[in-house]
């Protein structure tokens, strides 16, 4: 029997989605506020969660976040915001679907059982599963070297993938122009750090809203740079 975890400040609605996904022969459990339902899904054993968005205490974008970053079970937003943001930047963090509410409850269990069972095959099949990492909104595909960022693929050149995949896998360490041209290029750096510099132009033109104040590649002056997270 599979466990669902349901996280939803509304009772009656989490009631409703309760009552029909036990007749569909799922074991479920409920969680009112974002904090208990953070720790029930990183404590427990669900193997599907239904987030809502809003919540009190902490909200579904961070929990689908802290989530990720520990679990690849699926999970299913639901939300009354209909806003493609909200929505994009869900699919963004990780959730694997979005549902506008109000919505059926027969279709919530329709996607419950799909999204299961597709995961099911994923797992059962013996194939290993691509290699992401994934940091506030930046979602780095290493299997299949794609980069998204919000949910919005970004086009990389192989060194701007390589560069900033590298940077990515190390946080908060700082590496000079030197050391990243010789891990990246794997050649003597003498005479062409300068390409670093360009490299880090371009990848923060894809990444970051505002290039002059960026929140992910920050220059360390007089020493290189850093993936802050």
Known sequence: MSN??????????AELEKDYLELSGFDVSIENTGDKGLKAALEGKPDIIILDLMLPNVDGFEICRKVREKKDIPIIMVSAKKEDIDKIRGLGLGADDYMTKPFSPS???????????????????????????????????????????NGEEKAFTTKEFDLLTFLAENPNHV???????????????????????????KIREKIELNTSKPQYIETIWGVGYRFKV
């Open 4 to 13: 669902v975890l349901i996280v939803e400040d509304e009772e009656a609605i």
């Open 175 to 201: 590496f000079t122009k030197e050391e990243l041209f010789n891990r990246i290029w794997n050649m003597d750096s003498i005479g062409d750090i300068a390409t670093v510099t360009v490299h880090i132009k």
């Open 107 to 149: 279709e919530l269990v329709a996607r419950v059982k799909a999204h299961l069972a597709r995961y099911e095959r994923l797992v059962g099949s013996g194939v290993k599963a691509n290699e992401i990492i994934e940091i506030r909104g930046i979602k780095i595909d290493k299997t299949a070297r794609r980069v998204y960022v």
